[in-house]
């Protein structure tokens, strides 16, 4: 039974997730997607990019944005999200017995 509810809540939060993809509607050229915006995004890339697979109006990168800053906010979450996951990995030191 425990399974199941976190089988459930991790499929609720993920479609949760999908209404703040890059594309939903929310930036227009009126209110750019901002650096917040742009790292968000950058954190969303995989989710993005299978979910885009499937709906057209769900892009990998807002083009509605502010240029330069979401541009950095997107490739530092990028870099920094999972770039930064092999970096703290430990190495198993060998016994030189």
Avoid: Q
């Avoid at 993005?48 to 240029?67: P, W």
Wanted: hydrophobic share 45%.
């Amino acid at each position: 039974m425990r399974k199941t509810g976190i089988v459930v809540l991790l499929i609720l939060t993920l479609v949760m997730l999908t209404g703040c993809l890059p594309g939903d509607g929310r930036a227009s050229e009126v209110s750019p997607a901002n650096f917040l915006w742009g790292i968000w995004h950058g954190w969303m890339a995989p989710l993005s990019l299978i979910v885009s697979i499937f709906a057209k109006n769900i892009r990998l990168y807002e083009i509605h944005n502010t240029g330069i800053w979401y541009d950095f906010g997107f490739y530092m979450a990028i870099l920094g999200g999972f770039g930064g996951l092999s970096t703290t990995r430990k190495k198993k030191k060998k016994d030189v017995n």
